[in-house]
Structures are given as C-alpha cells and as structure tokens.
C-alpha cells in the first residue's frame, strides 16, 4: 500500500469524500498537456491491476497495469497521443474546504496508440506501465539474479528501483543462475523466472521504477494475518467470499522425468493446504535435482504463512491500495461465525469516482492422491494439488 497520512486513511473511510484528479500528458516531442477533472469524461478513469494474467495467488507475474481513459475537448488538429506519457495523481481533500489534500500518485504509463479512438472532441485511449518495456532479447549469460535484472532495466529504459540487499533477501534471490537464450528469449522472460523463484512477482511502482513484491504477510504474536485496511460494512457495495480459508504449503516440479517436491512437511490446521506445482525453470537448468529441492523448500517456506480467504468486493474505493495488500472485510455481508474475511489483493480495478473492485483468488485445484504427490518419505503430503499454469 502506498504510505499515507493518518487524515488520509481517516476521509478515505468515510461515506462521503471530496476529490479531484491533477497530471500531464507528455507527447514525444516534448509538448505537455495538463490533466484535470474539467477535461477528464466523467466515469472514464480507471486502473485495472494483476498479480498475473490469471489474477491468481501465484509467483511470477509480470502483468503491466492498464490505465484506460477519455479526454474531452481534443479536438481533430490535436496531436496524436501515440507513445505519449501519462503521469497522474489523486487528492483527497480535508474536511472543511479545498486549500488542503493528501495525493496519492497514480503511476506512470505510455500510451498505446492501437487503442486510440475519437468521437467528435473526444479521444479514448488506453496506456500501460513500463512493464511493456520489457519485451525486448535477451543474451547468453551467467550472473547473480541480481546483476542479470539491473542489466535488463538497463537495456530497457527502466530505473531498478531495489537495492542488492533488498533483492537478496527476497527467497533465493542470492542465486547465481545461466541464461539460455532458447528458453529465456525476452527480458520479460527472465523477470517471470526469477519471480517464480524468488516468490514474487514484477511490478512497477508509482515512481516508473521495477520492483518486486514478495507474496508475504505480516503476521500478529497469535499468526492472524495483519491487513493494511480494514473495509467495513458501510463502504461496500457488494461481496461474495469464500467459506475457507486456503494456503500454499509445497512445491512440485516435474524436471527431466523427475518428479521433484520441496522437502519441508508443513502443516496447517483448519484451512485448506495447497500444492502448486511449478514448470520446469530454465534458471535451474545448471543445477542438480538436490539443489533445485533446496530452491523448492526455501520458496514454499516463504510463502505457507500467507493465509487467504477467496473474496470478491466493490467499495467506495481507495487508490492507495496495491495488488498485493491484504486486506479484512468485515461487517455487513460476512459470515456471523467468524465476522469477518482476509485475503491479498490479486487483482483490482479502481475507477476515479466509480466503485473499485478488488478480488483475493486462490489457484483453481483438482483433487490428488496422496500417493500421487508423496513420493519420499521427507516430502509433503496433501489433499490438493495445483497443475501446472
């Protein structure tokens, strides 16, 4: 979530709230356009946002946010908007008059010109996060994941906005990896791989830069999850949710013939445990079969604590809210037994004035065996199992 003031959090929640949209369009040669509420179509901005294509609870996404929108008064001698930069920001105003405001920035995003369309004065169009920017070649080389994603931003045009020492401490993130231009043929690519190993997933933060957002959760001295909001009953709109909770407790991977597991038996108590099963990784393909049971374990270590409960919910809506989040919905139409539900955000669609959408969504599973997933007395067994993406 982004980091906001306390009289934000606080009008945020509130029925009624008072706000305004303020940015820039910059063309590609430079020329600059102000973005304001006077020339923004009522019910035309929105951000729709995905851990991955599927919106699923899962490593590896690398899905750009789409920003959809439609200016007024541009008129037929106006310039294209192809490649064109959008940078906007969201105020919040005090209570008590419009001299004051929280802003919360919106993101960065380029302009798609395939989806540009005019009526009349009119011009709609949709632009992307600098995610696209990562369909480019890769090259044959042997590095720490580390040095291998700086030098893809490089190439890119893309600041990294993470240290070594941040990147390193994610799951794995020390590993020294090949990669096989066969296999791993855009930088896209590699940022998918590396986020399937390190448990986490590309995003571009509001600054324009790359980061990744570990699948994690912070936890209380009882192992509740802690949410960075809480959406009570007032503010919402609609829900449906789950009558489970879900978690992810191993790893599969089928690699040369071999099926290989993670090594830790972990179990979990009144809620459903998970077994994804991921696809062979070409970052692992210099390894041996031990070592890659290593990688399994350390990422499902990482990831079993994350506890969710599916849930789908329209509210008023809170543009500080990142996929990722977790947040606790809590009143109104929630089951009386537990009061309440808590799931991440994995995916969303926040619109300026409109209701905003967010849904946790675990992986679709199938039952398994536990014969077909034990296969050593060390690995993990389970009722559910998650086929591969």
Known sequence: MYSVTER?????????????????????????????????????LSIN?????????????????????????????????????????????????F??????????????????????DTVSFKAYDRLVL???????MTNTLYNLISAACG???????????????????????????????????????????????????????LVFVQL????????????????????????????????VTAFIMNRNGVRLTSRNRITSSGSDCLTLEWT??????????????????TAVSAIYRCINRAYKAEFSGDPALDIGDYVRLRGGQIDT???????MITSQTWRYRGKHTIQCSMPTTVAASAAAVALSDDEDVTDRVQPKS
Not at 221 to 247: C, K, W, Y
Not at 283 to 290: E, F, R, V
Request: proline fraction near 3%; charge should be negative; hydrophobic fraction near 35%.
């Open 155 to 209: 190439s890119c045009g893309v600041p990294f906005g993470m240290s070594q020492a941040e990147f390193e401490a994610l799951p794995n993130g020390g590993l020294t990896v090949p990669v096989d231009t066969s296999r791993v043929q855009t930088q896209r690519d590699l940022l998918m791989y590396a986020g399937v190993l390190t448990n986490s997933f590309a995003k571009i933060n509001r600054a324009g830069e």
């Open 280 to 297: 062979e990784n070409p970052l692992l393909s210099g390894m041996k079969d031990s070592d890659v049971r290593d990688v399994l374990t």
């Open 8 to 44: 934000y959090s606080e009008n945020i929640a509130k029925n009624v709230t008072f706000t305004a949209i303020s940015g820039t369009i910059t063309m590609t040669d430079g020329t600059t356009l102000e973005i304001s509420d006077r020339n923004i179509r009522e019910g035309s």
């Open 49 to 97: 946002s995905k851990i991955n294509s599927n919106g699923e609870f899962r490593a590896g996404g690398v899905c750009a946010d789409e920003l959809s929108m439609s200016l007024l008064n541009y008129g037929d001698g106006a310039q294209s908007l192809d490649g064109a930069e959008v940078v906007l920001e969201f105020r919040l105003y005090a209570v008590g008059g």
């Open 337 to 343: 037994k537990r009061g309440y539900g808590t799931g």
């Open 134 to 140: 990562f369909d480019r070649s890769t090259w044959e």
């Open 99 to 120: 001299s004051e405001y929280d802003s919360v920035p919106l993101g960065i995003f380029v302009v798609d010109g395939s989806t540009i369309k005019r009526q009349a």
């Open 216 to 247: 994690t959760c912070t936890q209380d001295d009882h192992g509740m999850v802690v949410p960075v909001r809480e959406l009570q009953g007032n503010i919402r709109f609609s829900t449906e949710f789950s009558d489970s909770t879900a978690r």
